[in-house]
């Protein structure tokens, strides 16, 4: 035996022995071979692998074509979010939140400002309520138009993103024009928004949502008819309604396995309770119904925008709460307790009552949940994030066990992941 | 918002049709050791050596759904760390907190992976980033962190910057 041949042998292939150290790329090792026809080979997907919308890395064991066993590995991109959330005053978290998942910023700012305020027992204004429900509603076009189109993408479908990048663009410009920012928006604070809207917002808001349906039908004359997608989607992934349930499924994934579960409709936050939507449920449970879920859900999102635009009250933009909000610029200049009230802030932060909650909303992929813990001071004690794909990730094993490597493409398109919610 | 409940004997009383509260102390009288209904949060502070068969209970009771599980690190309080169980009832569209203190000295207490297999990646994550063992789970590797990490990141003598 050659020293070469030595090397490969499975004695070698375990990395030294370090008490509690297990090397990720044995994770899965070849079952001994069972005739020259019938073994196993172990290949490494990603963490470069364009499909993998980020730096996921799925160690697969495949016999031929077929996946037998599918081991994801994380935490490429840790940054440890939640150690610096320790770190900071309540306000200054906020812009950490927008970079937990980039692709949904304001639903992240939402629910870390909804979890401060219900430890604070704010009261939050009916305008600034309704402009988080009408940004959060944007953000849910905006992330799903990333997701079509890479998805699309994935498949082999190269025209698609091209389209839904055009009216991503145009959401992020009016993100731009409201918060100063394209994607890192940080616009929410606890107690209300950081600026008024400025005075043209809601006309191009309204430009667009009137645009945005027929649009919608044009990526589904792309693709909804198209047997090659049809083909690639349709009876791929199967995961059940248990299935989803014990893995802790949310979002798009769990409605396309027929459970029928929206945080904005069943536990309503931010006045989500006045405004009338439909939930897309499908019985399917594959990567096709989960397609059609999130087109129906960009249609309901484009209503929920109509109605915000619709019925936007007039009226102050953040709470009346002198020690927690900072004051107008105006006021400032001019008043000595406003003056006082914004050094304290700014300099001290401010104290947050001794409890703890858990706040959870809807993002685009599921219930994003944040778990605040107060020991009454002015940084958190604990900040934790639940994230969606964190958990839908558990099921990838369950959806692509005993299909093709194509297929891992496919599933891992149709749980829309996004790495850095994932690691945090 | 509902008034505050802070003690064991208020929320009983005061939540007494709740299913939740019925079920547990249905089949496991002594495993509530505090509760607490505070800002419409219910917390239930479970021994810790009962978790697994509590959160069993809970399941066939209507709370299907586990969202997340965690850890708060009450260092240098003893017990020192506050491991948190949120779980979600579908049905009842209603949810529970639990927590099941553990003690610092080899920090340890049952998996709940054979309740809910998507307990997995939480529990790795709390042995990842605080150190607390978790018996009887399938995998328990350091997911977020490189293997060869030493020390637990969010404990609270783990410094936020600088060297150790």
């Given at each position: 035996m050659s020293e070469f041949d030595n090397q490969h042998s499975p004695e070698n292939q375990h990395a030294p022995e370090i008490p509690g150290f297990t090397e990720t790329s044995t994770l899965v090792v070849p079952r001994p071979e069972e005739g020259s026809k019938d073994h196993t080979m172990v290949l490494n997907m990603g963490p470069?692998?364009?499909?993998?919308?980020?730096?996921l890395r799925v160690v697969l064991e495949i016999d031929g074509e077929t996946v037998v066993k599918l081991v994801p590995d994380i935490g490429y991109l840790h940054t440890g979010i939640e150690k610096t959330c320790e770190a900071k005053f309540y306000q200054q978290v906020v812009p950490l939140t927008d970079r937990i998942d980039y692709l949904c910023p304001m639903t992240n700012n939402l629910a870390y400002c909804l979890a401060i305020e219900k430890l604070l027992q704010l009261e939050i204004p009916e305008r600034a309520q309704w402009m988080r429900v009408l940004l959060n509603e944007l953000t849910r076009l905006n992330s799903h138009l990333v997701w079509l189109g890479t998805h699309a993408m994935d498949i082999g479908a190269l025209t698609v993103f091209l389209y839904t990048f055009r009216e991503r663009e145009e959401i992020l410009r009016i993100f731009e024009h409201v918060s100063g920012q394209r994607m890192m928006t940080s616009y929410f604070r606890i107690g209300g928004l950081a600026l008024d809207p400025p005075l043209d917002f809601f006309s191009s808001v309204r430009a667009l949502v009137k645009i945005l349906p027929e649009k919608i039908d044009e990526y589904e004359n792309l693709l909804t008819g198209n047997p090659i997608f049809i083909g690639r989607l349709k009876n791929v992934g199967f995961l059940t309604a248990n299935d989803a349930i014990a893995l802790g499924v949310t979002g798009p994934p769990l409605r396309a396995s027929g459970v029928d579960w929206d945080l904005r409709r069943d536990m309503p936050y931010s006045s989500y309770e006045k405004f009338r939507f439909e939930v897309p449920v499908s019985n399917d449970g594959d990567v096709w119904a989960r397609y059609i879920v999130r087109l129906r859900e960009m249609r309901e999102s484009v209503k929920i925008c109509q109605q915000a635009l619709d019925g936007m009250p007039e009226g102050p933009?953040?709470?009346?709460a002198p020690h927690v909000v900072l004051p107008e610029r105006e006021k400032m200049k001019t008043q000595m307790e406003a003056l006082i009230y914004h050094f304290k802030i700014v300099t001290e932060g401010f104290q947050v009552p001794a409890g703890e909650v858990y706040q959870a909303v809807e993002s685009p992929r599921g219930e994003m949940g944040y778990y605040a813990v107060s020991d009454?001071?002015?940084?958190?004690y604990r900040v934790h994030m639940r994230n969606p794909s964190f958990a839908t990730l558990q099921a990838l094993e369950t959806m692509c066990v005993g299909r093709l490597i194509a297929d891992v493409v496919a599933v891992i398109g149709s749980i829309d992941i996004v790495l850095g919610e994932i690691d945090r | 918002m509902a008034e505050a409940l802070l003690n064991t004997q208020a929320v009983f009383e005061g939540l007494a049709q709740n299913v939740a509260i019925q079920a547990l102390r249905a089949a496991h009288p002594d495993a509530i050791t505090n509760a607490k209904f505070d800002r419409n949060e219910l917390t239930l502070v479970i021994a810790a050596d009962q978790i697994r068969a509590a959160c069993r209970t809970l399941q066939t009771a209507?709370?299907?759904?586990?969202?997340d599980v965690t850890c708060v690190d009450w260092y240098p309080a003893e017990p020192r760390f506050q491991v948190t169980y949120h779980i979600l009832s579908l049905k009842l569209k209603d949810r529970v907190r639990l927590h099941a203190m553990v003690q610092s000295i080899d920090p340890s207490l049952d998996s709940i992976v054979p309740v809910w297999p998507s307990a997995n990646f939480y529990e790795r994550e709390v042995w990842d980033l605080f150190g607390v063992r978790f018996n009887g789970h399938p995998s328990l590797r350091r997911i977020m962190l490189p293997e060869e990490w030493e020390g637990h990141p969010l404990r609270k003598d783990y410094p936020v910057e600088g060297y150790r």
């Open positions: 470069q692998h364009p499909s993998t919308h980020g730096v933009i953040k709470a009346d009454g001071t002015a940084k958190p | 209507g709370y299907n759904f586990l969202e």
